[in-house]
């Protein structure tokens, strides 16, 4: 009887620290098409926020402003790619695409040390060939459950309004690191959802919650 009764503590104590681990809400925000002159102050933002977000930054602006991809790692923030020049890339051949994605890949990693993951594929077009270039570049494709639509409104209150009233927990954000309004709205947007609970984390943050392996022969929107 005494071992029944010791059993049944150490389950109630099991399941209470399985519960405890259970994560918070997550959200990951992703800021497109950078790096640009907002960038820095977006990363100050974060910071400030005790939030991080992932930039998928564009080869030929990296070019322009090398020292930024480090920035972004050294603010506990991820790079992911965004492709050399912005091309839609179901419109360009497996070499090309494989190409385009391994100068990319190598001008961040050469610049960071750190392995790039994620490729977020220009107006989240894919194809045949990019998912066999992911396979070979070991990157996984991440599009957005959630899209602000600053590229669409250019109006603070207006991307404010499109993430609060619609966010979930597990949703990818699409911002643009490129935009003032986008910095402004996010001057509301990230200590609101932080008040909501919300945990702002990496894309790769996101995913390490992912159930299953994650692989480069599919894309990913939000977490589960
Ligand atoms: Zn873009």
């Not at 610049?111 to 070991?138: F, M, N, Q």
């Not at 299953?212 to 589960?224: D, M, V, W």
């Amino acid at each position: 009887m005494k071992r029944v009764f010791f059993c049944m503590i150490m389950l109630v104590l099991l399941l209470a620290s399985a519960a405890a681990e259970e994560r918070p809400p997550m959200i990951a925000l992703t800021f497109d098409d950078g790096p640009s002159e907002y960038t820095k102050e977006m990363l100050e933002l974060l910071a400030e926020n005790d939030c991080r977000a992932t930039f998928f930054m564009i080869g030929q602006y990296v070019e322009m402003m090398p020292e930024m991809p480090q920035i972004v790692v050294d603010s506990g923030c991820e790079v992911g790619t965004h492709t050399l020049a912005h091309r839609p890339l179901n419109e360009l051949s497996e070499y090309k695409i494989y190409s385009d994605l391994d100068k990319c890949i190598n001008q961040i990693e050469e610049l960071t040390g750190e392995h790039i993951r994620w490729l977020r594929p220009p107006w989240g077009k894919v194809s045949a060939g990019t998912y066999v270039a992911c396979r070979r570049l070991d990157l996984l494709i991440v599009k957005w459950s959630l899209d602000s639509k600053d590229w669409e409104s250019r109006d603070a209150e207006k991307i404010m309004q499109q993430i609060l009233e619609n966010v979930k927990d597990g949703d990818v954000i699409l911002c643009h690191d490129t935009y003032p309004e986008t910095l402004e709205a996010m001057r509301i947007v990230l200590p609101e959802l932080k008040a909501r609970g919300y945990e702002l984390v990496t894309v790769s943050e996101l995913f390490s919650h992912f159930e299953g392996e994650l692989k480069s022969t599919t894309f990913y929107y939000r977490l589960n």
